[in-house]
């Protein structure tokens, strides 16, 4: 049975997204991670290849993980394609009947949201275009030459160049939205449309089947005077009511112009009734073209008007001396998002601002001030005779001797794939750090150039003090041992995208916009 399912449940989808976002029962939250890409794929940071979909993947994605950050409701908002306005272009108008058996002149869409029929401006000002300059000498219209700048509720042209553009004004990017949400293809549409006082003006000044716009399709034949004359008044009949335009001829006795006088209210389908309106039809026919609103008037559902069925999500990750779960000084070449992770040990839902992914290790002895770890080496700790606990090394902080690392399968014998190698050399079993080993193991870690270093397993609490100075270390640390912050394997890993890595550092921040398209 042939079917479709139409834009209007990805639009209802994405707005139930925002929706969850804020709702204080679930918790988002971005992510980064995979500080070995190359070993994966030597060639990843030139092309790196796509995520897989699995579950398997999954947990590989989350033994990878280095932190998380919240993402509260003032970081989620729908966003449409952008467009930005350009002069010599030739951008569609509004119709809300492009289909794949009717597509959009201009840009050959096959449905009204990938047609070009709206754009931003120079000012972050949003204007839709409701007629391009078609007629019939321009029959897929012609260049917008004025860019528009105006604010005013009812549509008009944009400047003098005699271009024919008409653009309806709809909404203004708050500056703060700017920061956060526009992006070289999305922009941003306003929160809470229906409600808003920022966007009142215009959302109140629609009105329901009001015609702003016909075109002329065909100018006639013997239509009116020589020399060309004025009627008024011609009514536009179909469902609704009150709508009426001006048609001029010109000397040549065909149409020159329709310009719409009274708007009128509740039209879904319309038409120019020249009878009515005292214009002679001649021997040929003129022919007219009535664009029929949207839903409830220009400026009434904005998300519906653009086709909103995108969400961008943003995160700022920067560097915190209160909260260091964001590491400096490796790698990061995945970024994703999470929903409803859980604490760490524990059913409740993830809380916390920010969150590491990592273990992490208080270390103590001759040289640990001086000592260095290189970066996604193997760092050994034997916990008991023939058993070895096993990390690699995502960094290490010489004033306060933290090292963090991660551990995935490949530590338990397995290859990057999952598949089983033979004879591996720590054995089968992910052993976890600990400060009580058993008969023939020991605290020592190694290895490290320099020093002799061990668990302090002396060392508990969040912070430290060291000459006189507070140094906070992110992580909870019980005998010289932190666990990650959040619990792997929980929630739903709702997106990954694999990056070129780069290398974070002391003084960097990143902003993360993931689009999510429904």
């Given at each position: 049975?042939?079917?479709?399912?139409?834009?209007?449940?990805?639009?209802?989808?994405?707005?139930?997204?925002?929706?969850?976002?804020?709702?204080?029962?679930?918790?988002?939250?971005?992510?980064?991670?995979?500080?070995?890409?190359?070993?994966?794929?030597?060639?990843?940071?030139?092309?790196?290849?796509?995520?897989?979909d699995?579950?398997?993947?999954?947990?590989?994605?989350?033994?990878?993980?280095?932190?998380?950050?919240?993402?509260?409701?003032?970081?989620?908002?729908?966003?449409?394609?952008k467009?930005?306005?350009?002069?010599?272009t030739?951008?569609?108008?509004?119709?809300?009947?492009?289909?794949?058996?009717?597509?959009a002149?201009v840009?050959?869409?096959?449905?009204?949201?990938?047609?070009?029929y709206?754009?931003?401006?120079?000012?972050?000002?949003?204007?839709?275009?409701?007629?391009?300059?078609?007629?019939?000498?321009?029959?897929?219209?012609?260049?917008?030459?004025?860019?528009?700048?105006?604010?005013?509720?009812?549509?008009?042209?944009?400047?003098?160049?005699?271009?024919?553009?008409?653009?309806?004004?709809l909404?203004t990017?708050?500056?703060?939205?700017?920061?956060?949400?526009?992006?070289?293809?999305?922009?941003?549409?306003?929160?809470?449309?229906?409600?808003?006082?920022?966007?009142?003006?215009?959302?109140?000044?629609?009105?329901?089947?009001?015609?702003?716009?016909?075109?002329?399709?065909?100018r006639g034949?013997?239509?009116?005077?020589?020399?060309?004359?004025?009627?008024?008044?011609?009514?536009?009949k179909?469902?609704?009511?009150?709508a009426?335009?001006?048609?001029?001829?010109?000397n040549?006795?065909?149409?020159?112009?329709?310009?719409?006088?009274?708007?009128?209210?509740?039209?879904?389908y319309?038409?120019?009734?020249?009878?009515?309106?005292?214009?002679?039809?001649?021997?040929?026919?003129?022919?007219?073209?009535?664009?029929?609103?949207p839903?409830?008037?220009?400026?009434?559902?904005?998300?519906?008007?653009?086709?909103a069925?995108?969400?961008?999500?943003?995160?700022?990750?920067?560097?915190?001396?209160?909260?260091?779960?964001?590491?400096t000084?490796?790698?990061?070449?995945?970024?994703?998002?999470?929903?409803?992770?859980?604490?760490?040990?524990?059913?409740?839902?993830?809380?916390?601002?920010?969150?590491?992914?990592?273990?992490?290790?208080?270390?103590?002895?001759?040289?640990?001030?001086?000592?260095?770890?290189?970066?996604?080496?193997?760092?050994?700790?034997?916990?008991?005779?023939g058993?070895?606990?096993?990390?690699?090394?995502?960094n290490y902080?010489?004033?306060?001797?933290?090292?963090?690392?991660?551990?995935?399968?490949?530590?338990?014998?397995?290859?990057?794939?999952?598949?089983?190698?033979?004879?591996?050399?720590y054995?089968?079993?992910?052993n976890?750090?600990?400060?009580?080993?058993?008969?023939?193991?020991?605290?020592?870690?190694?290895?490290?150039?320099?020093?002799t270093?061990?668990?302090?397993?002396?060392?508990?609490?969040?912070?430290?003090?060291?000459?006189?100075?507070?140094?906070?270390?992110?992580?909870?640390?019980i005998?010289?041992?932190?666990?990650?912050?959040?619990?792997?394997?929980?929630?739903?890993?709702?997106?990954?995208?694999?990056?070129?890595?780069?290398t974070?550092?002391?003084?960097?921040?990143?902003?993360?916009?993931?689009?999510?398209?429904?």
């Amino acid at each position: 049975m042939a079917a479709i399912i139409t834009d209007q449940i990805r639009i209802l989808n994405a707005k139930n997204f925002v929706s969850g976002v804020s709702s204080s029962t679930n918790a988002y939250y971005s992510f980064v991670g995979l500080t070995n890409p190359t070993d994966i794929a030597t060639d990843w940071n030139t092309t790196p290849p796509s995520p897989k979909d699995s579950f398997l993947e999954e947990n590989d994605y989350w033994d990878n993980m280095i932190a998380l950050k919240k993402i509260t409701s003032s970081d989620v908002k729908q966003v449409v394609t952008k467009r930005v306005w350009s002069s010599g272009t030739t951008y569609d108008m509004y119709r809300g009947d492009y289909s794949r058996t009717n597509t959009a002149p201009v840009s050959g869409a096959t449905n009204l949201y990938t047609a070009t029929y709206y754009v931003i401006n120079s000012d972050y000002r949003v204007y839709e275009c409701l007629q391009n300059g078609t007629d019939p000498d321009n029959p897929n219209g012609r260049p917008s030459l004025d860019e528009p700048t105006f604010t005013d509720l009812e549509p008009r042209s944009a400047g003098s160049s005699g271009d024919n553009y008409i653009w309806k004004y709809l909404y203004t990017i708050k500056p703060s939205d700017i920061v956060k949400f526009d992006s070289t293809d999305f922009m941003p549409v306003p929160t809470d449309w229906s409600t808003s006082g920022d966007n009142a003006a215009v959302r109140d000044n629609a009105v329901d089947g009001s015609i702003k716009i016909v075109t002329v399709t065909n100018r006639g034949v013997s239509i009116g005077p020589v020399g060309g004359t004025e009627y008024r008044n011609v009514p536009i009949k179909g469902d609704g009511s009150g709508a009426e335009c001006t048609i001029t001829t010109t000397n040549d006795q065909q149409v020159d112009t329709i310009v719409i006088s009274k708007q009128g209210s509740g039209y879904t389908y319309g038409s120019v009734d020249l009878e009515a309106g005292s214009v002679p039809t001649g021997s040929t026919r003129p022919l007219f073209d009535v664009i029929i609103p949207p839903q409830g008037g220009h400026g009434s559902n904005i998300y519906r008007e653009l086709g909103a069925y995108n969400v961008l999500l943003y995160s700022r990750i920067e560097n915190d001396n209160e909260n260091p779960d964001f590491i400096t000084g490796n790698d990061i070449a995945r970024v994703g998002v999470v929903c409803n992770p859980q604490q760490f040990d524990s059913t409740s839902l993830l809380s916390a601002d920010k969150a590491s992914a990592l273990g992490a290790l208080r270390l103590t002895g001759t040289g640990y001030s001086s000592a260095t770890f290189t970066a996604d080496s193997y760092v050994t700790q034997t916990i008991a005779t023939g058993s070895t606990a096993v990390g690699r090394v995502v960094n290490y902080d010489q004033t306060t001797g933290v090292l963090k690392y991660w551990q995935d399968k490949t530590l338990a014998g397995f290859n990057t794939v999952g598949t089983a190698v033979t004879n591996p050399q720590y054995g089968f079993n992910r052993n976890a750090f600990t400060a009580s080993p058993s008969t023939g193991g020991s605290v020592e870690i190694v290895p490290s150039s320099g020093s002799t270093l061990e668990i302090d397993t002396g060392f508990t609490g969040l912070s430290t003090v060291l000459n006189n100075r507070t140094y906070y270390l992110g992580q909870s640390f019980i005998e010289g041992i932190a666990n990650p912050e959040v619990k792997k394997y929980s929630g739903n890993i709702i997106f990954v995208d694999n990056r070129p890595a780069i290398t974070r550092s002391t003084n960097q921040k990143e902003d993360i916009k993931i689009v999510l398209q429904f």
